[in-house]
């Protein structure tokens, strides 16, 4: 019986999930490159841990930490050399709890937060989180600076709070609602790779809302909100061509 993999932890998701060489045509297969592979360079290449160090950090053996690090960087020189599309998701990980005093990166900073707001979260309610701008429903989940989120229970809401987002991009918008313990999301356009994103996460999506975030939090509350299953987001006049927001899902893993 194969001996069964363990999960490596990682920080955060990547704020670039994909990457795409300027003015060369299409070619080849896109490379992916797993969420332990990218976290493997990111401290290897970019903090200058050893692979030792890495190695506790990822809490996997330094061995696996060389195959993980060789595998990636055999990919990037692929993605360089032959000027392949570059993709990162998936792969077997789970994310730091924010537990380790020594890591004060982003991605824990986020989720200490996210502790903070599970210890006021009664068993009954339900967490909502809006994007935000000037009291109305921002439209691009994936440059929203801001959510307000909203407690909600029997059927009202109870309490509500702004957070800011500190610049997390596409793929790591996820993991802030994760964190903040959020149970549905109300926006306006939103890509591909941010729905299953959310999806794996387990929160509801609703999208294509426009107006007041408290008047939808409100009608949501109240069981009367509209909304489009099908929403999109449609601002890629504001991208480079082809680019599509929210699509830098951060791909199924199998550690839960």
Do not use: W
Request: include cysteine.
């Amino acid at each position: 019986m194969p001996r069964p993999k363990k999960c490596r932890r990682i920080c955060d998701f990547p704020q670039t999930p994909s990457f795409v060489p300027e003015g060369m045509p299409e070619k080849g297969e896109t490379v992916v490159l797993s969420l332990e592979e990218y976290e493997a360079i990111r401290l290897i290449d970019r903090e200058g841990f050893s692979q030792e160090q890495c190695g506790d950090f990822m809490q996997v053996a330094r061995t696996t930490v060389q195959q993980i690090y060789a595998s990636a960087r055999k990919k990037l020189a692929d993605v360089l050399v032959e000027g392949l599309p570059l993709r990162i998701e998936g792969g077997d990980y789970h994310l730091c709890n924010g537990g380790n005093p020594a890591c004060g990166c982003a991605g824990c900073i986020r989720r200490k937060i996210g502790q903070q707001y599970e210890k006021s979260k009664g068993e009954h309610v339900m967490r909502v989180a809006v994007t935000y701008e000037n009291g109305e429903i921002f439209q691009h989940f994936g440059h929203t600076e801001q959510f307000k989120i909203y407690d909600i229970e029997d059927g009202r809401i109870a309490s509500s709070e702004i957070v800011d987002t500190n610049g997390s991009g596409h793929g790591a918008l996820a993991g802030v609602l994760s964190a903040l313990k959020v149970d549905a999301l109300i926006c306006g356009g939103i890509g591909g790779g941010a729905r299953m994103a959310l999806a794996e996460a387990g929160i509801q999506l609703y999208g294509g809302v426009r107006g007041s975030a408290d008047a939808a939090a409100e009608a949501f509350a109240s069981g009367k909100l509209a909304f489009d299953p099908d929403a999109r987001c449609d601002h890629h006049d504001h991208h480079g061509e082809g680019h599509d927001c929210g699509s830098h899902g951060c791909g199924n893993h199998s550690c839960g």
